[in-house]
C-alpha cells in the first residue's frame, strides 16, 4: 500500500509504479513486522513460584550460615589460631630437625642483634672480629655463652683487641641463646655439627648469675680460668625431630613426619 | 487476556523504516566493529587456552606471555565485542520503542570511534605490559575516562528518546534498557574510582573488582540482552508477553539481588566476614529473575512452534535465553559456600561461568538482534542461510563444549587443589583434557564467526539481497535467487512470514 495520502501535484515525470515499488521495496522488512501487543495477563505459574521458593531458601540458609553478620567479637576470636585443614593431625607445624630448627631461631635472633656488628657474613669488618673459625666460638660452648651473656672485653683469642662487646642476653630466653648458639657455630663456615640444648643455655644463665661480678663484660683471663669447659646437660641428637616453634622435641614424630 | 494484535499500518511501516534509515551507519558500525572484535577475542582465547596445556606455544616474545593474552581475550571480548553489540540493540531498540527517529548520528558515531579508540589503545597497553592486573579492568589507566566518555555520549541519546516518548505505555524492554544505561555508569565509576584513586585495604581492592565482574554481568549485560528478548520473541512471533506480572518480578528482582552479587569470589580471605556470604546468596538468588524472565519468553515463543523452526532471529534469541536458565542454574550450584564455592575460586569454572554468561547468553540474544536488526537497517535481507545455520550450530556447539567443560572440568580441578597433600601440578595436570576440549571448542567459535563476520561485513557494504522476502531457516538452500523469490509479488500486503 502507497503512503496514505498521495500528493495532488505529483509531478508528471515521476513514475508513479516506480516510486511505489521503491516505498515497498524499502519499506518491506519493516512493513512485515508484527506489532507488539499488550502484555498478556496470565497468572504466574506454581511450579515456577516454587521452584523460585526453594532457591530463595537455599540463600536463606547461606545467609544463616554466615553467622552473626556484624558481631565480630563472635565471628572472630582474638587468639586466633589457624583452623587444622581436613585429613592434618592437630599437632601444629610441621616438625624439623633440631639442627635446622634451632640454627632457624638463632637466625633470626642473629639478624637483629648481631648482625650489625659481625655482618651478615659472620665475618666482622672494620673494629668487629669475625665469628668465622674462632676458637671461642666453635671451641668450648660455655665461652661462647659467657660472651653472649655477659659481653667482652680485652683481647680476644687470636691475642688483637677490638672495643667492648656489650651482653646481649638481657632479653633473650633459653631457648633464644640455644638458637642463637647453634646457629653461629653451625654458619658462617663453622661446622660444629651439634646443637646447644634448651638445658644447657638455661645452664650457662646460672652460671653467668653465680659469677663474682654477674653483668660485667668478660675477659681472655677469666675465660680461660674459669670458662673453658662444654655447657653442662645431656646432648641432642641434631636430626631428631622437633617443634619449630617450642624446639621441643615430638613425641611421636613418626607418625607426625608420615604426613609430610 | 490479551487483546488482538492490531495490524501494521502503512504509516507505520513507514516511521519504522524512517527510524531504521536514521540508524543506519551507528548501528551497523557497532555490529562490525564489533563483530571484528569478537574474531580478535576468540583468537587470543584459543591462543590463551592452547598454552594451558601446551606452555611451550608462542612462549618467545613479552606480549605474547599468557598473562598479556588471557586479558586481552577477555577485554576484548567485553569492551569489543559486547559492549559495542549493545551498544547497537540500545540504541536501535530505544528509538523504535520511543518511535523516534536518531537526531544524534555524528555524535553517536564520533563517540564510538572514540570507543574503539580507546578499546584498541587499551588492548595494546595490555599487550605492551602496561594493563594494571585487575580482571576485567586490565586496560591502563588512561582508557576508562575515554570509554565512559564515550559511552555517555553514545546512550545519552537513548535516554533523552525515551524521556520524550509518546505517552502511554511504557514498554519491558525499555525498563530493561534503561536501567541497563544508568547502572553501567555506576559500576564502572565506582569500581574505577574505589580502586585507582580512593584505595583502600589490597583485599578489598580485590573485592571490588570480583564485585564489577559480578556487576558488569548481571547489571548490564543481563539487562540488554533480556531487553532485546523482550522486544524480538512477541515481535516475531506476533504474540503478546506471556505475563506482565512475571516480567515485573524478573525486572525488580534482578534491581533488588544483582548489586550485592560479586564478593563471594573472595571467600576465606580476611575481609569482612558477611561480604563473601552476602555475595553468594544473591549469586544464588540470581536464579529468580533469570528463571522468570526466561519462563516468560520461552513461554511466549513455544506457543507458536513453526516460528521457531525458521527464524533465525528467534532460535538465537530462545538459544540465549535457555542459557540464561543454566546460568541460573549454575549460579545456584556453583556459589555453595560449604561445598562447590571453594572449588571454584581458581579453577576453570569462573571462566566457564563467565562465557556462559557472556557468549551463550548474552551473545546469541545479540545474534538473535542482529539477524533482526540488520535487514532492516541496511534494506536488504541476508545473503545465505547457510551462514546462518553455520553460525547457529558451530557456535552452540562450541559454546556449550567451552562453557560445560569449563564448569564440570574447572570442579573437579578445584577439588584438586584443595586438597592440600598432593603437588599444586596435579590439579593441572587433573584439568589438561578439559583445556584441550576447550581449545578444540573455541576452534568451532572461532569458524562459526568467521561466517557471521564475512555475512554482515557484505551486508554493511549493502550487498544483501534486494527483497521484499526474509531469509529464513528451515528451507532448502537454494530456494531463492540473488533478487528474491520468483514469480512473487513483492507487495507489503503479501502475507509475509515473519522475520
Known amino acids: 500500500m502507497p503512503p496514505a495520502d498521495p500528493s495532488p501535484d505529483l509531478d508528471e515525470s515521476i513514475n508513479v509504479t516506480q516510486a511505489h515499488d521503491r516505498v515497498v521495496r524499502e519499506a518491506a522488512a519493516a512493513a512485515r513486522e508484527k506489532r507488539i501487543a499488550d502484555n498478556g495477563r496470565e497468572p504466574t505459574a506454581l511450579w515456577l513460584i516454587v521452584v523460585c521458593g526453594i532457591v530463595a531458601m537455599i540463600a536463606g540458609a547461606v545467609l544463616g550460615d554466615a553467622g552473626r553478620f556484624f558481631a565480630y567479637a563472635t565471628t572472630f576470636r582474638p587468639d586466633y589460631v589457624r583452623a587444622v585443614p581436613e585429613g592434618a593431625d592437630a599437632t601444629g607445624p610441621e616438625p624439623r630437625a633440631a639442627l635446622a630448627a634451632f640454627a632457624a631461631r638463632g637466625s633470626r635472633i642473629y639478624s637483629a642483634q648481631c648482625q650489625g656488628c659481625h655482618g651478615s657474613d659472620g665475618r666482622g669488618g672494620s673494629g668487629y672480629p669475625t665469628l668465622s673459625g674462632s676458637e671461642w666460638v666453635i671451641g668450648d660452648t660455655q665461652t661462647l655463652a659467657m660472651i653472649i651473656i655477659n659481653g667482652m672485653e680485652g683481647p680476644i683469642s687470636t691475642g688483637e683487641t677490638y672495643g667492648v662487646m656489650p651482653g646481649q642476653a638481657t632479653s633473650m630466653s633459653p631457648q633464644d641463646l640455644a638458637g642463637v648458639m647453634t646457629y653461629v657455630r653451625n654458619s658462617f663456615g663453622n661446622e660444629t655439627g651439634d646443637v646447644t640444648t634448651i638445658e644447657m643455655a638455661a645452664n650457662a644463665f646460672e652460671i653467668s648469675d653465680n659469677r663474682d661480678s654477674p653483668g660485667a663484660p668478660v675477659n681472655a683471663e677469666e675465660i680461660r680460668a674459669a670458662h673453658a669447659a662444654m655447657l653442662p646437660g645431656d646432648p641432642l641428637d641434631p636430626e631428631i625431630l622437633v617443634d619449630p616453634i617450642s624446639l621441643e622435641p615430638v613425641e611421636d614424630h613418626e607418625s607426625a613426619g608420615a604426613g609430610s | ?499
Open chain 2, 1 to 499: 487476556m490479551s487483546s488482538p494484535n492490531p495490524p501494521t499500518t502503512a504509516a507505520d511501516a513507514l516511521l519504522r523504516a524512517g527510524i531504521d534509515r536514521s540508524l543506519r551507519h551507528p548501528v551497523m558500525f557497532f555490529l562490525t566493529s564489533g563483530a571484528a572484535w569478537l574474531a580478535v577475542s576468540i583468537i587470543l582465547g584459543m591462543v590463551s587456552s592452547m598454552k594451558m596445556h601446551n606452555p611451550t606455544f608462542l612462549d618467545g616474545p613479552g606480549w605474547l606471555t599468557y598473562g598479556r593474552i588471557f586479558p586481552a581475550h577477555i577485554n576484548t571480548f567485553i569492551y569489543g565485542w559486547g559492549f559495542q553489540a549493545a551498544f547497537a540493540a540500545i540504541i536501535w531498540l530505544m528509538a523504535r520503542l520511543s518511535r523516534q527517529e536518531c537526531r544524534n548520528v555524528g555524535t553517536i558515531l564520533t563517540a564510538g570511534h572514540l570507543w574503539n579508540l580507546g578499546v584498541s589503545l587499551g588492548v595494546l597497553g595490555i599487550l605492551s605490559g602496561r594493563g594494571t592486573g585487575m580482571p576485567w579492568m586490565e586496560f591502563p589507566l588512561f582508557a576508562w575516562p575515554i570509554m565512559l566518555l564515550s559511552y555517555l555520549a553514545i546512550v545519552v541519546w537513548s535516554f533523552i528518546q525515551f524521556r520524550l516518548r509518546p505517552v502511554g505505555h511504557t514498554y519491558i524492554s525499555q525498563w530493561y534498557l534503561l536501567a541497563a544505561i544508568i547502572w553501567f555508569p555506576w559500576i564502572f565509576l565506582t569500581a574505577n574510582i574505589l580502586l585507582h584513586f580512593i584505595t583502600g585495604h589490597p583485599l578489598m581492592a580485590a573485592g571490588i573488582n570480583a564485585w564489577f565482574r559480578s556487576a558488569l554481568i548481571f547489571l548490564f549485560f543481563t539487562p540488554v540482552a533480556l531487553g532485546a528478548a523482550y522486544y524480538l520473541v512477541p515481535k516475531v512471533t506476533g504474540r503478546p508477553v506471556h505475563s506482565y506480572s512475571l516480567a515485573m518480578l524478573g525486572f525488580w528482582s534482578l534491581a533488588a539481588i544483582a548489586p550485592w552479587a560479586g564478593m563471594q569470589k573472595l571467600i576465606g580471605t580476611p575481609i569482612p566476614y558477611f561480604l563473601p556470604y552476602i555475595g553468594a546468596a544473591a549469586t544464588i538468588l540470581f536464579f529468580i529473575p533469570a528463571v522468570a524472565a526466561a519462563a516468560n519468553l520461552i513461554k511466549t515463543a513455544i506457543a507458536d512452534g513453526k516460528v521457531m523452526a525458521y527464524s533465525p532471529t528467534l532460535r538465537f534469541t530462545l538459544a540465549g535465553i535457555v542459557a540464561l536458565v543454566i546460568l541460573g542454574f549454575a549460579a545456584v550450584f556453583l556459589n555453595l559456600p560449604g561445598s562447590t564455592l571453594r572449588m571454584t575460586q581458581f579453577s576453570l569454572t569462573g571462566y566457564g561461568f563467565d562465557i556462559l554468561a557472556l557468549y551463550a547468553f548474552f551473545s546469541f540474544v545479540m545474534f538473535g538482534a542482529i539477524y533482526f536488526i540488520v535487514p532492516r537497517v541496511t534494506r536488504r535481507e541476508w545473503l545465505s542461510t547457510r551462514f546462518i545455520r553455520w553460525h547457529f550450530y558451530l557456535s552452540i556447539y562450541g559454546v556449550i563444549a567451552v562453557a560445560f567443560v569449563a564448569l564440570f572440568g574447572g570442579l573437579m580441578q578445584g577439588a584438586a587443589q584443595e586438597n592440600w597433600q598432593e603437588p599444586w601440578v596435579n590439579a593441572m595436570t587433573q584439568a589438561y583434557p578439559y583445556v584441550i576440549t576447550i581449545t578444540i571448542a573455541w576452534t568451532f567459535v572461532l569458524v562459526s564467526n568467521f561466517f557471521f563476520f564475512l555475512h554482515l561485513l557484505l551486508m554493511w557494504l549493502r550487498l544483501g539481497r534486494r527483497s521484499a522476502h526474509p531469509t529464513l531457516l528451515g528451507q532448502d538452500d537454494h530456494a531463492f535467487s540473488a533478487h528474491g523469490p520468483d514469480g512473487e509479488s513483492n507487495d507489503v500486503e503479501t502475507p509475509a512470514p515473519a522475520h
